[in-house]
């Protein structure tokens, strides 16, 4: 007998991770997930078969609809789940899913949902051991926030997705993760800012680059995300992003910074068709 329910001990969420982690590309967002600072958001939940945890895999809250993570190579398992979601009554979510993880798709026999390809991202690890000097006299002034800067920094994220100029997702619960690095005029405005969105015990997830458009094509994107790189070498894990397949401006950046590609994860909007 195959069911699935809600985490309830640490020790099952251990249990879960150390499944996960044998295919840990593959299961990369499902573990940021599980780790802080998005299990703030999440509900986690164990695959259970025979009273032993196969599997898990949850649903985050933190945007504007809930997000469902299916492991990826756990195919006999994707009923089960869909099951729950129906049960839940969920009526409107994402679906982030690697497309070189198999052939098959969880929502390729789910037709009580229609479904809407939103972007594909080209997901990136560092690889590189060198990283570049820039001339830091030549930009504007370079920082990792503080606490007082929280609510500054929330309300630059903010702003951009109210007046639809930022493509990211943003909660503010990422500023937990406390690795935030901005650009900042002599009047403290700022300019750029990058972070991270999670981090596992092996991988940091960095997101939220985002660069002024006035200031863009001043190498102020590169310097700050070479920040946030130094900032997750010291911690001994290794960089992680996803990037839009049509951003070619910053594919080619982080390609030059030593990124190297390793999937492509595909968005879908999946809608409950109404009967």
């Known amino acids: 007998m195959i069911i699935t329910e809600l985490v309830s001990s640490n020790q099952d969420e251990a249990e879960i991770i150390a499944i996960l982690l044998e295919h840990i590309d593959d299961n990369c967002l499902i573990l940021g997930d599980i780790h802080a600072p998005m299990n703030k958001l999440s509900d986690v939940y164990k695959i259970i078969e025979n009273d032993k945890i196969v599997g898990g895999w949850t649903i985050f809250h933190g945007f504007r609809y809930p997000i469902i993570m299916f492991p990826p190579l756990m195919i006999n398992y994707w009923s089960i789940i869909k099951e729950e979601v129906k049960n839940l009554n969920i009526e409107e979510f994402y679906v982030p899913f690697p497309i070189e993880s198999n052939n098959s798709y969880p929502w390729q026999d789910w037709s009580e949902y229609s479904w809407e390809h939103l972007f594909t991202d080209i997901a990136m690890k560092f690889t590189n051991n060198e990283i570049e000097d820039l001339d830091v006299n030549t930009l504007p002034k370079i920082r990792a926030i503080t606490k007082e800067d929280l609510k500054k920094i929330d309300q630059f994220y903010s702003e951009l997705v109210k007046e639809d100029k930022y493509e990211g997702f943003w909660n503010p619960v990422q500023l937990d993760s406390e690795l935030f690095v901005v650009a900042e005029t002599d009047d403290n405005e700022f300019v750029a800012a990058v972070g991270t ?50 951003n070619t401006i910053a594919i080619n950046l982080y390609r030059n910074l030593g990124f190297e590609d390793y999937n492509k994860f595909v968005f879908f909007k999946a809608t409950k068709i109404s009967k």
């Open 197 to 246: 969105h999670f981090e596992t015990p092996f991988t940091v997830q960095i997101g939220n680059l985002y660069v002024k458009p006035e200031y863009r094509g001043k190498k102020i994107g590169k310097a700050i995300t070479i920040s946030v790189v130094l900032g997750i070498h010291r911690s001994r894990r290794i960089p992680t992003l996803f990037v839009n397949e049509n």
